[in-house]
């Protein structure tokens, strides 16, 4: 009975330290999403010009979202099966 225990908490830890790391990813590819994509308004050709850094920004920064989303989801469910009883 102890050893069944003692393993089922070893066995926790490596879920647990990858939700940690895949919440991380998750949340700076969200942060990339914000800075490339949602801080600027795009025109109906789907630029924007900075005039102070004379940068031009283009809408594709939406893909952004998509490892987010998918890392979230990964991160939700280790941490789940990591501190689940």
Known sequence: MWISAGRARARRWPARIAAALLLLLSAFFYYAWYAFYLKWEFNELGRYYDPVD???????GFVWVLPATVLLAAGLLSAWRGWRR
């Open 54 to 60: 004379q940068v031009v920004y283009t809408s594709s």
